[in-house]
Structures are given as structure tokens and as C-alpha cells.
């Protein structure tokens, strides 16, 4: 009879502390769920944010290296006219440009506009 | 009371055997699983919840290293623009350079007194200089440094990790 009752008050406690327990893992598997797909959209978003950045980077500075070495082309036609025709002034004046256009880094531009995609997405996407 | 506690574990064993039950015995493995099972059940759940965890634990850590992954290939995309840049510089370096040689083989350069072929070849001289001095990164000194940071932050976790291989084999 001791056993018995032993038996099923340990029962009863058990099944509430089961119960209890089943309740527990499922609201923490629930909220881990959430996190997961939290992690993930952020995740996702934080990579489409890298890539259109640096695809947009890419086409910037693609342009600006055609657009400059077809200048520089052009400067360089102009430079071969006026050593042949002896003309010091524009000799002097076409080089004074090619190299104005060398120190031109186009991966200044890429920089700045960096720091501004930074800016705009600082705080809206975090880990 | 020994008796009461047999009669209790026959009960459990669904009664004597002589009446066809499980007798004592089964009445003991019986109240053991009574008791031992919720506590598995319970065990089971915990390690289940924990698991939980571990695997978010584990996704974020995925994330970042996805997140890396991806930075890292725009530092690789900015070291292509970097190798144009250097190979336009190049180009404008040996473009000027082949026309301060013609200039000087052309004229006579070694013997002239002609001021206008000294003066020429004075004016692309100098600035062939100007162009071969000018830097390749230190105009974006922000990118620069940035790069400049990572690289060694790589460095620096490379050699932790090193030193803890060391640790491991020693």
C-alpha cells in the first residue's frame, strides 16, 4: 500500500513536472525558431547590402578607368602632334593634363561612395 | 508489511504470478519505469531545448562567417580595381617615357644646344617624374588603413590559431 501510494504520488509529480518541462522546450524551441529566421533575414539582407555595393562599386570604376584611359588616349595623340610641330606650350600643357588625370584616383570616388552606402546602412542591418 | 510490499509489487505486475500476472518482478521493473521514465522524458526535453540553442548558437555563427565570406570578395573585387590602377598608371608611365627616349635619341639630345629640343626634352623629363611619384593607394587613406587593419587582424587570428596548434601538438 506504501509502494503504491510512493508510486503514485510519484506519478502525479512526474506527469506535472513532465508537463511543465514539455511546456518549457516548446516555447524555447519556438523562440530559438524566431532567432533562426531572424538570423537568417538579417543574414540575407546584410549580403544583398555587400553585393549591390560592390557590384555598384565595380560599374563605377569600370566607367571611370574607360572613360580616363580614352581621354588619355586622346591627350596622348594631341601630346604626339605638338612634339612633332615643336609646340612646347601645348607639349607642356597636354602632359600638365595626362598627369592631372593620373593623380585623379578613381578609387577615391569608390571610397567615398563606400562610406556613404556605410552611413546609410549603419544600424539597419546588424548581426 | 513485507507482505503488504509484495502484494504492491505483484499489483504492479498486474497480480501473483500464480494468478497469471507478472508477479513481483515485473511489479519492480514496473514501478522502476514509473519512475525512471519521466525522468528520461524530462532529460530528453532539457537536451532537446539546449540542442535548440546550440543550433541557433551554430546559425549565427554560420551567418557570420557568410557575412565575412562576402566582405572578403569585395576586398578581393577592390584589389582588381586596385591592379587597374596600377596597370593605368603603367600605361601612362611607359606611354610618356617612350616619347622622352624618342625625344632624346630623335634630337640628339646628348649634343644639342638647341633650346627648344632641351627645353622639350627638360618639360616630358619632369613630368614623367611627377607621374612615376604619384601613389597608387594613399590618396584613400581610409581604405587604405581599413585594409590595412584587416589584414593584420587576419594576420594576428592566424597566429592565435597557430599557437593554439602549437599548444595542441606540445
Known amino acids: 500500500m506504501i509502494l503504491s501510494a510512493v508510486g503514485t504520488k510519484l506519478t502525479g509529480k512526474s506527469i506535472v513536472d513532465v508537463l511543465h518541462t514539455i511546456a518549457e522546450n516548446h516555447k524555447i524551441t519556438e523562440e530559438q ?39 588619355i588616349d586622346e591627350l596622348f595623340v594631341r601630346l604626339d ?23 585623379d584616383n578613381p578609387l577615391a570616388k569608390a571610397v567615398e561612395f563606400a562610406s556613404l552606402a556605410k552611413q546609410k546602412n549603419r544600424g539597419r542591418i546588424t548581426l | 508489511m ?24 515485473l511489479g519492480t521493473a514496473v514501478l522502476g519505469g514509473i519512475v525512471a521514465g519521466p525522468l528520461i522524458a524530462v532529460t530528453g526535453l532539457y537536451m532537446d531545448s539546449k540542442a535548440e540553442e546550440n ?25 582588381g580595381s586596385v591592379d587597374k590602377r596600377i596597370a593605368q598608371l603603367t600605361r601612362i608611365i611607359k606611354a610618356i617615357d617612350k616619347r622622352y627616349i624618342e625625344i632624346y635619341n630623335s634630337r640628339n639630345i646628348q649634343n644639342s644646344c638647341n633650346m627648344e629640343s632641351l627645353t622639350m626634352f627638360f618639360i616630358v623629363g619632369s613630368l614623367l617624374k611627377q607621374t612615376i611619384d604619384i601613389p597608387i593607394l594613399d590618396e584613400n587613406k581610409s581604405l587604405h588603413k581599413e585594409f590595412d587593419s584587416k589584414v593584420s587582424m587576419l594576420k594576428e587570428n592566424q597566429d592565435v590559431k597557430n599557437l593554439k596548434l602549437l599548444e595542441g601538438i606540445n
Open chain 1, 33 to 71: 525558431q524566431t532567432r533562426r529566421h531572424e538570423i537568417s533575414a538579417i543574414k540575407d539582407a546584410t549580403i544583398e547590402a555587400i553585393k549591390n555595393e560592390r557590384e555598384i562599386i565595380e560599374k563605377l570604376l569600370n566607367k571611370e578607368f574607360d572613360l580616363k584611359n580614352s581621354k
Open chain 2, 55 to 79: 543550433l541557433t548558437k551554430a546559425r549565427e555563427y554560420e551567418s557570420e562567417v557568410d557575412v565575412a565570406v562576402e566582405k572578403m570578395e569585395s576586398s578581393k573585387s577592390y584589389l
Open chain 1, 81 to 103: 602632334q605638338a612634339i612633332e610641330s615643336n609646340n612646347i606650350e601645348i607639349v607642356q600643357s597636354v602632359l600638365a593634363t595626362i598627369v592631372s588625370l593620373a593623380k
Open chain 2, 2 to 25: 513485507l507482505a503488504a510490499t509484495n502484494a504492491t509489487l505483484a499489483w504492479f505486475g498486474g497480480g501473483a504470478l500464480a494468478a497469471g500476472g507478472g508477479g513481483m518482478a
